[in-house]
């Protein structure tokens, strides 16, 4: 394992979540969508924001969307960054409707804009961790 690696904060995986990590895991984006009234749930939850249902799928999602905002740092906050600087954080609004936040990867960051079109990639942490990522959608 790399130093960068070992200090990176990274998320919590819980039984909750669980599922959501998996689905990463295997180059897969999935969310809960709501049995009730078909809304996706992000963030995940035991309860639908929207009917206040519980039931719920682990429902398969296209992985693409478009950024709707994003920030470039350029100061270090965490040491384990530092190789990145600068790098940004976007927020993608999946063509489903949540919006995930995440890196937008093989893009400058100069070249970001807004409704850039990007598609979901993934990054492997260490063997537990896969995040999705993004990256903006190759021209035909």
């Not at 990274?10 to 689905?23: D, F, K, M, S």
């Not at 600068?86 to 890196?103: F, I, K, Q």
Request: with cysteine; aromatic share 12%.
């Amino acid at each position: 394992m790399r130093v960068d690696q070992a200090a990176r904060p990274l998320p919590r995986i819980t039984a909750e979540n669980r599922p959501y990590w998996e689905a990463a895991r295997r180059g897969e984006l999935k969310l809960q969508r709501c049995d009730e009234c078909g809304q996706f749930r992000y963030p995940i939850a035991p309860v639908c924001p929207f009917c206040l249902a519980e039931r719920f799928t682990w429902t398969g999602l296209s992985g693409r969307g478009t950024v709707s905002t994003w920030i470039v740092f350029h100061k270090v906050f965490f040491p384990a960054f530092a190789e990145r600087m600068p790098y940004n954080v976007a927020h993608v609004a999946l063509e489903e409707g949540p919006r995930l936040t995440a890196n937008v990867l093989e893009c400058r960051n100069e070249d970001l804009y807004l409704g850039m079109p990007v598609e979901v990639c993934f990054e492997r942490v260490n063997d537990e961790i896969t995040l999705p990522q993004f990256r903006p959608v190759k021209k035909q």
